[in-house]
């Protein structure tokens, strides 16, 4: 069996002649939370888009042992990856329910919605008229929808209140404990990041500066702030 669910290998990523990411490698073990930690503009989003084929990569990115770098976003989604992107990106004018049923079946409906109770009792609002906090939380359920294997987290402590980021970052425990699914957490919140991931990387500068468990923490911390 697989140890890796997800490993990436000396990966570059481009916007058009630009290289933005650069000698990346890492990995996600089965069941591992893992973070991506990094100032603005050090490419965590970059390497989210690579991990879902949507910039273009080169080098090996390796899902359950086999390399899905060629391969299309939908085919990508298929084999279990889902993103809580950047921004949310939820459609404004549609209800809570709306939003997540165009991801998903509604088989993990009852799952998001015990997740997150807020949900249920607004499912009829437009998402548009939901919180911060509550929109994040549409975002990361919404994915979820899709019952991933691997859920990519784009900085969703964004913008929210430090009560709400340990809602979410309950929520997030919660998942990888009760569903077979593995975490790779982008942040600059570094208590969030430290809150739900057992290991981080640095990135800075499109690079992979420094990585450790959680335990070495204060080294971490001292880079990141470096
Ligand atoms: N569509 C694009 N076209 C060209 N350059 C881009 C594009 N998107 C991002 N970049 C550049 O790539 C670099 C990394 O951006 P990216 O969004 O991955 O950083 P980030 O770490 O997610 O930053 P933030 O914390 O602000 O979200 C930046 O220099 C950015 O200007
Ligand atoms: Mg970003």
Redesign the pocket.
């Known amino acids: 069996m697989q140890k890796y669910l997800l490993e990436i290998k000396n990966l570059y990523a481009y916007?058009?002649k630009?290289e933005?990411l650069r000698n990346i490698s890492i990995y996600v073990e089965k069941g591992e939370s893992v973070a991506v930690l990094?100032?603005?503009?050090?490419?965590?989003?970059?390497?989210l888009?690579s991990i879902c084929g949507l910039v273009e990569t080169k080098g090996e990115i390796r899902f359950n042992g086999a390399d899905i770098s060629k391969l299309k976003p939908h085919e990508r989604i298929k084999l279990g990856i889902a993103i809580s992107p950047?921004g949310r990106r939820l459609f404004p004018e549609m209800t809570v329910e709306d939003n997540l049923l165009l991801a998903g079946n509604g088989e993990m409906l009852e799952f998001v919605y015990n997740l997150f109770p807020n949900l249920k009792e607004k499912r009829e609002q437009l998402a548009k008229n939901m919180s911060g906090g509550e929109q994040q939380m549409i975002a990361i359920a919404r994915a979820l929808m899709l019952e991933p294997k691997l859920l990519l987290l784009?900085?969703p402590s964004m913008g929210l209140a430090p009560i709400v980021v340990e809602t979410i970052a309950e929520a997030i425990d919660r998942t990888r404990d009760e569903l077979d699914i593995s975490i790779l957490i982008?942040e600059?919140n570094i208590q969030m990041a430290f809150d739900v991931a057992d290991r981080a990387y640095i990135?800075a500068s499109?690079e992979v500066v420094n990585e450790g468990t959680i335990d070495n923490l204060q080294e971490i911390e001292k880079d990141y702030f470096a």
Request: hydrophobic content about 25%.
């Open positions: 916007y058009g630009a933005i990094g100032p603005n503009g050090a490419g965590k989003t970059t390497l888009k950047e784009d900085e982008v600059q990135l499109g």
